[in-house]
Every structure is written in C-alpha cells, then in structure tokens.
C-alpha cells in the first residue's frame, strides 16, 4: 500500500497560510499540518485544528527566524540583542559547534513550544522544524528527548528522497532548483549522527520529499513523484496559502509560491493519488499501521 502524508508546514504563520491549509485539506490534497507556537496566527490556526479534528496537527519547532515562546532571559544563548532567536540557520550551526549556545536553553525553548501547543487542546501527531534544524549533530537528541518526555510520537525523517528532474522545473529557475537540490544531499552527511541521536520509540516515514522543491512546485514534478512513489509511508512536505494582505506582510520568502501550491494541491494531487492509488494520509498512519513504519533500534 502506498500512504503519502502530505503535510503543510507554517500553520500558525499567517492568516493566509491557514486558510490555504484548510482548504487544502477540505479538498483532499494534504491530511498533515504543523503549528508553529511561535507564529502570529497561533491562535486562529489552533481554533480551525479544533473545528476540523480530521486534520493531523503536529509541531512545526522553529529555533531561528522569529520570536521565541520562553522569555529571551531565560534562553540567552538563543536570542540576539532584539529578543528575537538567531536570523538564520547558518547563524544558529557556527553558533552551535562553537558551544556558545546552550543545551539547557535549547531544550527549554524545545519544550516552551510544545507546551503552548498542548495547551491549546492539541496532541500532536509529530515534530518537524523550521529550517530543518533537526538534521543538526546533537540537535536532534534534544528534540527526541523532549518528544518523549512530552508524549510526541514521531518525528520527520528530513533527508530528501528528491530525484534532480531538470524537466519537471519551473522555467528559469534551475539554478535555484539545483542548489537546493545540493543543500538536500548535503545534510546526508549528517545521516549516521541524526539516527544515533534518535534513539528508541519514536516513528518517522520512510522517505521525505520536497526540499529541493520548495518554492518551485510544477504539475509536472507532482505527476512525476506520485506515479513512481514506492509502497510504504513516505512524506511530502508543502507550504501553501492564500495570497492576502496577511500573508503579503508575514516573514517569509515564500507568498507568491503558496498560492501556486495551494492551487495543485487542491486540483492536481488528489485525482493523481487516486489514479495511482496512493492513499494521502496524517502522521496517525504510523500508529494506526505498524507495519508502515521505521522505529529506531
């Protein structure tokens, strides 16, 4: 059987974005969201989750990029001068192997985001990050540790199964999709270490698309992928939204292209996955099928 867990990250970021998120999932293009805690819509996002409880809701951790939950005092380590956590990835990994940043306020923030989203009435389903954080050596332990403390069951698997597929690119833009094509092959190296720190009982799907393709969506590619998607759970990850002004005024690079997504999402893959009998799922597919899923040993 072949489970595709088609899962929106942002969910929270914007008004726009949640709109797009549910009607995606209204239509039948996508099962899976994660709620960033951190985001301006939080409290709108959390209330569509509680309306429309077909909806797999997981944790989207964001550890650079916007305002934490914690206090910027009480995760110092985390924050530049404004209070905000470190710009960017890049900001965020030469901080981190230099060991001016701290595990204790990293877990601290890991848990101040799960928390919020408990407390909105949500158990989630699974954990993702903000700018793939996760796939950081000594990162990821913290992340497990804190999913099982606090009763997250599984967590992305975020190294990209993604072929090249100069045909099915936007036009014009190879150049951008191959270099995040070669930032998806590049975090390979850090395969062994991600799955060590793992550790045991928490699932995650099999395979994992869409990294290269952020921003960069064609019909093409989405025909492609679903009609040589393998048997098993596999994931695909996806950013859409509504054009408005909320999300015009968010922070992200991504606007125009979450309209583009929104519109395949709802139009194109749910007749593609029906032809190819491809089942689109939430993250609940791990715990209800155990034989379609990997645990770490």
């Known amino acids: 059987m072949k489970h595709l867990i088609v899962n929106a990250d942002d969910f929270g970021l914007a008004g726009g974005v949640n709109r797009g ?3 995606a999932f209204q239509r039948g ?7 960033m805690a951190t985001g301006e819509a939080f409290d709108d996002a959390a209330a569509l989750a509680a309306l429309n409880p077909g909806l797999g809701v997981g944790v989207h951790l964001a550890l650079v990029g916007v305002r934490p939950v914690s206090p910027p005092d009480r995760i110092p380590s985390l924050v530049d001068a404004s209070g905000r956590l470190w710009p960017t990835l890049e900001t965020f990994l030469g901080r981190w192997v230099t060991r001016r ?12 985001q799960i928390e919020k989203i408990l407390a909105a009435g949500i158990q989630p389903t699974h954990l993702d990050t903000h700018k793939h954080t996760m796939v950081l050596p000594g990162v990821m332990a913290l992340l497990a540790d ?7 069951p599984a967590v992305r ?6 072929r ?9 833009r190879r150049g951008e999709l191959l270099r995040q094509w070669c930032l998806g092959r590049a975090v390979l190296v850090w395969w062994g270490p991600w799955r060590a720190a793992l550790g045991d009982g928490l699932r995650h799907p099999e395979r994992f698309y869409g990294v290269a393709r952020t921003g960069l969506w064609t019909r093409p590619y989405l025909e492609s992928l679903l009609e040589t998607l393998p048997d098993g759970v596999s994931e695909l ?5 509504r054009l408005d002004e909320s999300l015009k005024n968010s922070r992200t690079r991504l606007k125009e292209s979450r309209q583009a997504e929104l519109e395949l999402l709802c139009d194109v893959v749910p007749p593609l996955a029906a032809r190819h009998g491809i089942r689109i799922d ?5 715990a209800a099928d155990k034989g379609d899923h990997h645990e770490s040993n």
């Open 164 to 172: 090249l597929g100069w045909s099915t690119a936007v036009p014009g």
């Open 101 to 112: 940043i701290r595990r204790e306020d990293v877990t601290r923030e890991i848990e101040a």
């Open 237 to 241: 990850m996806t950013h859409p939204g």
């Open 157 to 162: 698997f975020p190294f990209a199964a993604d």
């Open 21 to 23: 998120i549910l009607e």
């Open 29 to 35: 293009g996508l099962g899976s969201a994660t709620l």
């Open 282 to 286: 939430s993250y609940r597919i791990l």
């Open 146 to 152: 804190s999913c099982r403390r606090l009763g997250v």
